[in-house]
């Protein structure tokens, strides 16, 4: 190892980490993460089912029903005795979330018949437009029949989640009353009515503690970290490349580069940037242990909690630093031999490419990490990084196939080191005109 090579590293870290940007920017990301959860928990409030709904009833039987469903259901939410209603706020207890939404969602029977039907529907109408009305239904023969009821609101796009809601009061009502039809107690069906659900664990005679319940958590882990690695590839990889450029348009370089091998300024701006970067993770990791009471405790081990698995955790590091190195040579590589961000913008989207592909797959490499395409994506370097810490953090997939991602990435990591290296000791010193994706190869092939 050249000896110079810590001093470099040294100085792109404190390059990095004195600035007001880099302390501005790791303060101000978990600041307006938080500010998004909370706008997230007002935004889920605003789904409240709410406003005065008509109903005109013309079979005589389900209106009454309707809103029997409507206070059982509700009540039964507040019990917990069911699933929480998508209409409910998650942030508020469950008691006082349906004493809000009865307050709020409010049935008003109007009385019709079928020659004064024309005449109410004009009304009803007129009152929606005016906005006195949120919504007006006509439950009819079909509605016992077939089960479709008419549900006329000012736009057909809007209010869809309290739709579904008075969809299942409705359907509900509508099949006791043709129970009584067919003699039989409508009691039976609430007694008789079962939510089955799936007790998923995995195929193993000993128990893991891996259960279905934790579905949700585990897929929040892993898309965190997914695009943690991914936003830090893009990110850093950018600081790489904006590096070079400002030592060479600042002629920096040329002084520099007098007492230290290109190469070893290459490796040293890619390590210190990368230490700056794992700088900005630690004091989120420490922000988030500081805030969040629950975590901690859970963390020492005080409070039950969802566990992150060890593997999961070394999986996301690996890929994280080889992901990193990978994709910083390329950007230091494509950056040496230009002038300006914009000159080499056109090549960084080559990397950058894939990185976009493994973003928009990442969910079926979650949802079938067995799957052709996601096995696939996980073999194949440039993808590597992302795919297969996602397949690893769901399903630990054979073995030989993360041998053979990991043999792959190496062997590349080292063939764009190699390039990058040829690239950049020619590039850094070259200024004027800009050179062509040939030029780059023959540069990478010539340089002593």
Known sequence: MDPKLPIVIRREYLQHVRTKAFWIST??????????????VLLNRSLDAKGKIAVVDLTGRLYDSLVSEKRARVADDAKGGSAPSPATSPAAAP???????REALEFSKVEATRETLPEVRKRLNAEVQAEKLKAWMLLDAGTLEKGIA?????????????????????????????????????????????????DVREA?????????????????????????????????????????????????????????????LMLGNILGIGLAGLTQYAVWTSLALVLSAPGAM?????????????????????????????????????????????????????PMAFLIIAATTWFFAFNSPDGALATILSIVPFTAPLIMFM???????????????????????WGVAWFAGRVYRVGILMYGKKPTLPEIFRWARAAN
């Open 150 to 198: 008419e549900y006329r609101a000012k736009s057909v796009k809007s209010d869809f989640i309290m739709r579904q809601q008075i969809t299942g009061w409705l359907s509900r009502a509508a099949t006791k009353e043709r129970l009584k039809d067919k003699g039989v107690d409508p009691a039976v069906y609430d007694a008789a009515r079962v939510r089955a659900d799936l």
């Open 204 to 264: 193993r005679d000993v128990e893991t503690g891996e259960t279905g319940k934790n579905v949700g958590f585990n897929l929040a882990v892993s898309a965190i970290f997914f695009f943690l690695i991914y936003g830090s590839l893009f990110a850093w990889g950018a600081a790489v490349m904006r590096g070079v450029l400002e030592e060479k348009n600042n002629r920096i370089v040329e002084v520099v580069i007098s007492s230290v091998r290109p190469t070893t």
């Open 95 to 101: 008691a006082k979330a349906a004493e809000k939404l």
């Open 298 to 350: 859970a963390l020492l081990g005080y409070v039950e909690a969802p566990r992150i698995p060890l593997h999961v955790i070394g999986a996301f590091v690996l890929f994280f630093v080889l992901g990193y190195f990978l994709y910083a040579s390329l950007y230091a590589a494509f950056a040496a031999p230009f002038n300006t961000e914009a000159e080499a913008q056109q090549f960084i989207m080559i």
């Open 391 to 413: 397949r690893i953090s769901v399903q630990t997939p054979p073995l030989w196939q993360i041998a053979l991602s990991l043999t792959l990435l190496l062997l590349t990591i």
């Open 27 to 40: 303060i101000l990301i978990p600041a307006l993460t938080g500010v998004f959860i909370v706008v997230q």
